[in-house]
């Protein structure tokens, strides 16, 4: 018998999970937003899956290879369970439409805004996505939420001066603001 199907909070990882250096593959300059570790703690004690979803076109463009990703991702998964949580997915797209080389000069339903990734990790990890949350830095993943049929669809921008709400989604300057709308739960 398998398990009922859980809620998740879907990561994207540069930018909201770590500081968006651009293109990063190397551990040395990984620095975690802030925030992050206590954030996902708090949605794993309410029973959310904890996933990465993340575009990563570096792959692609051939700046660094799928193995460097994947180890800086397991050092990731490391510090993760180091703060007390658990990753329970990682996934990613190394695909572009038309900066990707050889194979991955594609057009992918994996690469966000397209649902792929969400899809994929709903299948393969049993997600409510109808009961789960998007938090994304960027309008590709409110796209990719929203087109996954995510329920829960936040904004993480640092510049903004406070919690607002706009079409859809929540638009937040911390990502401790995601805790307080989690516990308050406004989320209509």
């Known amino acids: 018998m398998s398990a009922a199907p859980r809620p998740a909070l879907l990561l994207d990882r540069d930018g909201v999970v770590n500081d968006d250096t651009g293109y990063l593959h190397k551990i040395a300059e990984c620095r975690f937003v802030e925030g992050i570790f206590d954030l996902a703690r708090a949605f794993a004690r309410r029973g959310f899956a904890i996933v990465i979803a993340t575009n990563q076109s570096g792959i692609g463009r051939g700046y ?8 800086l991702m397991d ?36 690469r966000k805004p397209g649902p792929g990734m969400l899809l994929e990790a709903a299948a393969e990890l049993s997600l409510d996505l109808a009961r789960s949350w998007c938090l994304g830095d960027q309008a590709s993943d409110i796209a990719a939420g929203r087109a996954a049929g995510v329920g829960t669809l936040v904004l993480f921008d640092p510049k903004a ?26 989320r209509q």
């Open 75 to 110: 050092w990731m998964r490391a510090a993760f369970a180091q703060n007390g949580v658990a990753l329970d997915g990682v996934y990613y797209c190394p695909d572009h439409p038309t900066e990707g080389q050889g194979a991955y000069r594609r057009d992918s339903p994996r």
């Open 161 to 186: 001066l406070e919690i607002s709400r706009r079409e859809d989604y929540w638009i937040v300057p911390r990502l401790a603001d995601v805790v307080d709308l989690l516990l308050s739960e406004r």
């Open 64 to 71: 660094y290879g799928e193995g460097e990703f994947l180890e």
